[in-house]
């Protein structure tokens, strides 16, 4: 099946620093979804992008599909930004929207 | 319009017991995904349904676990005779189609005792 790789495992930033959160994946896509887990466990969608660029507020997301890769742009980070993120893929080709997922990158943001 | 809703949020189960979860989707959603997040492990498809059908069941345990998702009434993952290993956060989601946006519920913790 296909792989989903994410970098990098764990990443530190001070508030009000900039990130970049990299997904890489094994073979051509129809869906790929960013989320974000707070530290209470909740799973809160952030993009649906399986190709271009798309951007909400302080967040952005760019997905090149030709080259197996989306990147999380996250700027002028806040200490709510903490916790996991995760990169979700349905494979090319298959009808239905099985997701898999990457193991996530764990943000910590220190005020 | 309300999100996914799940419950119960929290719950404790001794081992060889049952545990049923419940998804209601988002409105107008008809097809609904079970995940499963074990400890230290990422998350996991285990089963996709729209209205009265198992459409992929790949990622679910072959014994002791099962899903449905009727004509009426939410989603039902139902976990029998539960061992230790099953203690998880179990996810459920919705979209209004195939190959978009899948919404998540806020998760059922189970801690099998």
């Known amino acids: 099946g296909i792989q989903v790789e994410q970098s990098p495992p764990d990443l530190i930033l001070q508030e009000g620093a900039n990130s970049t959160l990299r997904c890489n994946f094994s073979?051509?896509?129809?869906?790929l979804q960013w989320f974000h887990q707070n530290p209470w466990g909740q799973l809160i969608n952030l993009f649906y992008i399986p190709s271009g660029t798309k951007q909400n507020g302080r967040l952005s997301a760019t997905t090149v599909a030709t080259e197996r890769y989306s990147l999380l742009y996250i700027s002028s980070s806040q200490t709510t930004d903490s916790g996991v993120y995760f990169c979700a893929v349905v494979a090319g080709g298959t009808s239905y929207g099985k997701l898999t997922f990457g193991q996530g990158t764990i943000l910590t943001v220190h005020p | 319009n309300a999100g996914v809703m799940q419950n119960p949020r929290h719950l404790v189960r001794r081992r060889g017991q049952e545990a049923r979860l419940r998804c209601s989707p988002m409105k107008g959603h008809s097809h609904v995904y079970w995940y499963r997040q074990l400890p230290e492990e990422g998350l996991k498809f285990m089963v996709y349904?729209?209205?009265?059908?198992?459409?992929?069941e790949s990622g679910m345990p072959k014994e002791r676990f099962s899903a449905e998702f009727p004509k009426e009434g939410p989603s039902i993952l139902r976990i029998q005779q539960v061992v230790r290993g099953d203690s998880a956060a179990y996810f459920c989601?919705?979209?209004?189609?195939?190959?978009?946006?899948?919404?998540f519920g806020p998760g059922t913790r189970l801690l099998v005792l």
């Open positions: 989601a919705s979209s209004p189609h195939t190959q978009e946006t899948q919404y």
């Open positions: 073979d051509s896509v129809n869906n």
């Open positions: 349904l729209q209205k009265e059908n198992i459409i992929d």
